[in-house]
DNA sequence: GAATAAAAAAATATCTACATTTTTTTATTA
DNA sequence: TAATAAAAAAATGTAGATATTTTTTTATTC
């Protein structure tokens, strides 16, 4: 049924090169990103780099300035209180629908990603370690906003999401490697799930909103030990 | 202070050109963007015109399918029913904040756009005055969701927004013309500050979420009468 | 003869290399 | 030092070459 994926251009995997080193910290937030570099790094010549350029300059990672060239967007802390701010509200409010509208299978999903997210130990590698749990939290509370069944609010929350996501992988650094940070997170999970299950939506949101600004803080500090505020 | 605005590259006006075009319906949904034509409309090479698609596929105007060229993206009365549902849902939540966190010159900010909204009246010629309107009606309703005080909420708001426009052009067609519309627009206005200015959230929110969705039966109708669905 | 499969042709999308314009840097002069 | 001019670097744009998809034509099978 599904389209065999059609083998991708340049432009589009000049973009996905692009878009994972922006967020990996490659690029120095604000930094120029020179047309040159660019073509030398990925081997691809200007177009597929100025295309895939577009594209996150639509995604606001990137800024442009005619005639000027693109820069990295900049980080700086305003802007991580208000992403995150904007996040949990947006998802308190996703969370609110889909109580009102998730069914039993909304309810299993939320479990069996639960699951699957605490049984993430048996790796030893430590940068699939961080891989692996990342892309199953990710799971989890895409599970739980999914019971909204809106494809347009399920967008705009994946696009805020983007721009954290700078900020996420520093907190990710500080977090998947420390068995504390991570029982504490399992018990919010457990927490938050149950409101859930018990149809309770305003402990629920509440819960919700708590647990995705908890990051803030720590985010914070990392920010200005790397020097990037 | 503010930067002069630096002259726009060809990409960025053929980005300009394109986006008005479609929302403005030049162009069929789903209807196929050759290469050919629109170098030859725009009088511009590919290199601009694909970078315009690029950036138009990032807000998802435009879909492309690596090496078979890009599409306008589809109209469906789902989406239309997604979208207006998931923007009643988001300025709710908006205003709900906005409430919260609004002052005193956020108040009067929206009885200045109100009321230069009322006296839209002196205009004749029928575009102009369809777009004079439709300037000052988005004027008012952003005044109202701006005192969130959040960029980011606010720039979601507005890809939203973006996303809607084919829609909403073709309710402006409906309403702007009609004196008896245009009355009830302003009652539902007159009601929604009302009920802002006594800062009551619950009861804002909820005129609010039914003045975004009265739309929607108007839009299905005219969908179905120019044959798009 | 109708339906299917294979091959060729046309149309289209994509990419690169080069030319042009603009900005930035460096050097020169008052 | 400030202003100007020259040089270098960078961004932008165009045209043509290449690769892919779609359509048309031809051949083959039932």
Redesign the pocket.
Known sequence: MTQPA??P???ISAYRQLKRDIIRGVYAPGE?L???RLKARYD?????VREALSQLVGEHLVTAV?????RVAAMSEQELNDIYDARAHLEGLMLELAIARGGDEWEADILAKLHTLAKVVEVHNADEMLDVWDARHKAFHHAIVAGCQSPHLLRVRESLFDQAERYRHLWLCETVFSEAALEAKRREHAALVDAILARDSERACERMREHLMTPVPIIREALVARGIV
């Open positions: 059609p083998r251009n340049l432009a120029k020179l047309m040159s691809l010549g200007v177009g597929p005619s005639q000027r060239g693109y």
